[in-house]
């Protein structure tokens, strides 16, 4: 049974300060994305992640992808208030058969100003 | 496009009765998710259809829920009878075809209170 396991669950940090979310899965894949969820509110889309080593960036934001490792980051530089939201990383399983979407718990992130 | 499409917003039922929840599709997408939300289980898949079939509904947690796609276009998730532990917020998502490597497109989800 695929596990996507993110930590931290929970971060609470200072307005300027980086730090780095993590997201593990246990099968093979290489197709990942994350998600931002605001409060009372739906996902939205941040990255995909498609191959290996895969970086994508957006304003504060960076991703990342080591699929040998069955591991992605998300990095947030010099956090803005803004940026508070849950973080929810997702691991694409494609098979002959399969192609389901599995979510990590989500890391509630809050930003102190 | 307006993406996916979900009906209604918010249902307040008693315990017993039937709920029936909707989701319209991205047109031209294939794939077609239901996840439950609560505070204690998270994001939890409950079926995905793929070319309006059932692919998988090992996350269905009861014989209580149902659900279906008539069409290509269209999705209903019933539960009967619901009991107040179905309170939850049920999102629906859809994308493309397997293969695609794209993400999955959420609605705004269905806020479910069972009294």
């Known amino acids: 049974e695929l596990k996507v396991e993110q930590n931290p669950l929970f971060l609470s940090m200072q307005e300027g300060k980086n730090y780095t979310i993590y997201c593990n899965y246990s099968?093979?894949?290489?197709?990942l994305y994350w998600y931002r969820q605001d409060p009372g509110k739906s996902l939205e889309s941040l990255f995909v992640?498609?191959?290996?080593?895969a970086v994508k960036q957006e304003g504060r934001l960076m991703a990342s992808l080591d699929t040998k490792a069955r591991l992605s980051t998300l990095h947030i530089t010099a956090a803005v208030h803004d940026l508070s939201a849950t973080y929810f990383c997702?691991?694409?399983?494609?098979?002959?058969?399969?192609?389901?979407?599995?979510f990590g718990k989500g890391t509630r992130l809050h930003i102190l100003p | 496009d307006a993406g996916v499409i979900q009906s209604p917003r918010h249902e307040v039922t008693e315990m017993g009765q039937e709920v029936t929840l909707r989701c319209k599709l991205i047109?031209?997408?294939?794939?077609l998710f239901w996840y439950r939300q609560t505070m204690m289980r998270g994001l939890e898949l409950l079926i995905y259809?793929?070319?309006?079939?059932?692919?998988?509904d090992s996350g269905m947690p009861e014989d209580r829920f149902s659900a279906k796609m008539p069409n290509a276009s269209f999705s209903t998730l019933k539960i009967q009878p619901s009991e107040p532990r179905d309170s939850a917020v049920y999102f629906c998502?859809?994308?493309?075809?397997?293969?695609?490597?794209?993400?999955?497109?959420f609605g705004q989800g269905t806020r479910l209170t069972v009294v």
């Open positions: 998502a859809s994308s493309p075809s397997g293969g695609a490597g794209t993400e999955a497109f």
């Open positions: 099968t093979t894949s290489d197709r």
């Open positions: 992640l498609l191959s290996n080593g």
């Open positions: 997702a691991v694409d399983i494609l098979t002959n058969r399969d192609d389901k979407i599995i």
């Open positions: 047109s031209g997408h294939n794939s």
């Open positions: 259809f793929n070319n309006n079939v059932p692919i998988d």
